[in-house]
T-cell receptor
């Protein structure tokens, strides 16, 4: 089974509107971390937001928030007030276990977001 | 603060040639990761180091690939001999017990 699932083929949003990018995960670990990265057309991978499995509140970073639903094993990224510069590929990733030596990430296949003016 | 530095940014080579990709992690980070990204396979972890020691190289596709980390501030990924199917973007990332920060990547084209 895939550990990270991103099934939306491509998303479109009107500028200034909010958009939700879906991510579901699969793990039997109690301690894990969830990450979102942005990859614009220029190619770099930009870290956006992190949620730890024990964090009681949803993570927020500026216009980004993570809708963490532990029982449903989902970690959706919400982008508020979309901007043209938000057009990019978005990757969800998971780190299983704690932040010790075994800190590799498993990435989903990504979702393409296009912001319309 | 300087981020992860990778060189070269672009590499075009002919099949059979040796290719060496270089990475300088963020100062103070203790883990370093090499990824490969292609349209077909997405983002794949090749190998990662913790405190300069290789921890997991199960993603290295075959013996043509090798990676070293001689010190905390430098790592190399070598492909010898290179093949057209090795064409991809190779990312290096580093972390300190947490979030991984990526370098700009090396775009490799093997003709």
């Amino acid at each position: 089974a895939q550990k990270i699932t991103q099934t939306q083929p491509g998303m479109f949003v009107q500028e200034k509107e909010a958009v939700t990018l879906d991510c579901t995960y699969d793990t039997s670990d109690q301690s894990y971390g969830l990450f979102w990265y942005k990859q614009p057309s220029s190619g770099e991978m930009i870290f956006l937001i992190y949620q730890g499995s024990y964090d009681e509140q949803n993570a927020t970073e500026g216009r980004y928030s993570l809708n963490f639903q532990k029982a449903r094993k989902s970690a959706n990224l919400v982008i508020s007030a979309s901007q043209l510069g938000d057009s990019a590929m978005y990757f969800c990733a998971m780190r299983e276990g704690g932040t010790g030596a075994n800190s590799k990430l498993t990435f989903g296949k990504g979702i393409t977001l296009s912001v319309r003016p | 603060d300087a981020g992860v530095i990778q060189s070269p940014r672009h590499e075009v080579t002919e099949m059979g040639q040796e290719v060496t990709l270089r990475c300088k992690p963020i100062s103070g980070h203790n883990s370093l990761f090499w990824y490969r990204q292609t349209m077909m396979r997405g983002l794949e972890l090749l190998i990662y180091f913790n405190n300069n020691v290789p921890i997991d190289d199960s993603g290295m596709p075959e013996d043509r690939f090798s990676a070293k980390m001689p010190n905390a501030s430098f790592s190399t990924l070598k492909i010898q001999p290179s093949e057209p199917r090795d064409s991809a973007v190779y990312f290096c990332a580093s972390s300190f017990y947490g979030t991984q920060y990526f370098g700009p990547g090396t775009r490799l084209l093997v003709l």
